[in-house]
């Protein structure tokens, strides 16, 4: 675990490559970028989680249901719509409730880098982008991390909240409110994959919230400070 953490997420936390982010020519730079180096990720997470499938006595018949990859399910996409739906509105509660604050409280979470779509011409990049940091994220931090966890012992909370907080950490460069928006959307995964094993939903519902916010930054002409 350790390792891969260390493989995969430590180098973007510690350079998380700003600067390639400035205006549309940039985005899509760092778009393309990430799906070279994420895609093979995946792969190798897969194959990871694959080793491990069928220990601690899990069901030989459906090795890969105790680590929430299940065979897609036409069902699988209203239970993403609705799973977006209920991080929307937990974070869009969040913004109104951070607008009620007197503004010398509000300037401590306006810092920080804010994400930015300023061409509609690269939505569809947006979507397969958006779509392979859903299933990238969902199966380390909830599919593959909570997994192990579990199989190694750790209380259900504990496991919740390690998992929550390295996730939190890698959204710092936002500032306050992105590292807060990222602790709600990560606690708020972690209990539906304990709860329900199914990682479709939860890395479709993350890449289409991931998706919507950065294109309502193009409409809008507003900064975005989703998790991402």
Not at 11 to 31: A, H, I, K, V
Not at 65 to 78: S, V
Not at 96 to 119: C, T
Not at 194 to 210: C, D
């Amino acid at each position: 675990m350790i390792l891969l953490f260390l493989l995969f997420y430590l180098p973007g936390y510690l350079w998380p490559q700003q600067e390639l982010l400035d205006g549309s020519g940039g985005l899509r730079s760092y778009m393309l970028q990430f799906l070279i180096i994420a895609l093979p990720q995946i792969l190798l997470l897969l194959y990871i989680i694959s080793l491990r499938a069928g220990e601690n006595g899990s069901d030989a018949q459906d090795p890969y249901g105790e680590f929430g990859i299940l065979r897609p399910r036409a069902r699988d996409l209203p239970i993403a719509l609705l799973v977006f739906a209920g991080i929307f509105a937990l974070l869009t509660l969040l913004g109104f409730i951070l607008n009620l604050l007197p503004p010398a409280q509000r300037s401590v979470f306006a810092a920080g880098f804010r994400w930015k779509l300023e061409d509609a011409r690269l939505i569809p990049l947006v979507l397969l982008f958006c779509l392979t940091t859903g299933y990238r994220e969902e199966l380390f931090f909830r599919s593959y991390l909570l997994t192990r966890f579990r199989q190694l012992g750790l209380p259900v909370f504990l496991g919740i909240g390690m998992s929550t907080l390295l996730f939190a950490t890698g959204h710092m460069y936002q500032g306050v409110a992105g590292l807060t928006v990222a602790l709600i959307q990560g606690l708020y995964f972690s209990i539906l994959f304990v709860r329900f094993k199914n990682v479709h939903s939860l890395a479709v519902a993350h890449g289409l919230y991931n998706a919507t916010v950065l294109v309502i930054t193009l409409f809008a002409r507003t900064e975005s400070i989703g998790a991402l």
